[in-house]
Nanobody, 131 residues
Framework: QVQLVESGGGSVQAGGSLRLSCAAS??????????MAWFRQAPGKEREGVAL????????KYSDSVKGRFTISRDNAKNTLYLQMNSLRPGDTAKYYC??????????????????????WGQGTQVTVSS
């Protein structure tokens, strides 16, 4: 079992920044052997992938909507995943979730940003961007 707890959400004006964190615990697998990703879901919309990161952190992938503005990173020594969000827009308003995959972890990039590829989820943290 894997427990994921997000933090760092809040309200910010357009153009501002936030840094989300996701602490992992309670797992049989090593955090460094999990593919990790961030997703978000706005009211009335489907959950969409934002960014993923490989086990070592050496490979990342972003959705087109956040590329160049968001940065995903991880600290395997601290069992923590991060999402640095800059130049925030009202369209970024959503609940943000971190997710973990414990299968095929040597090919995180191939998983893409599909919801079905991840088998553990946090409860989410709300991000609200005002204009």
């Amino acid at each position: 079992q894997v427990q994921l707890v997000e933090s760092g959400g809040g309200s910010v004006q357009a153009g501002g920044s936030l840094r989300l964190s996701c602490a992992a615990s309670g797992y049989t697998y090593s955090f460094s052997r999990m593919c990790m990703a961030w997703f978000r879901q706005a009211p009335g919309k489907e959950r969409e992938g934002v960014a993923l990161i490989s086990t070592s952190g050496g490979v990342t992938k972003y959705s087109d909507s956040v590329k160049g503005r968001f940065t995903i990173s991880r600290d395997n020594a601290k069992n923590t995943l991060y999402l640095q969000m800059n130049s925030l827009r009202p369209g970024d308003t959503a609940k943000y979730y971190c997710a973990a995959s414990t299968s095929d972890v040597d090919h995180c990039y191939m998983k893409g940003l599909g919801v079905a590829e991840y088998n553990y989820w946090g409860q989410g943290t709300q991000v609200t961007v005002s204009s």
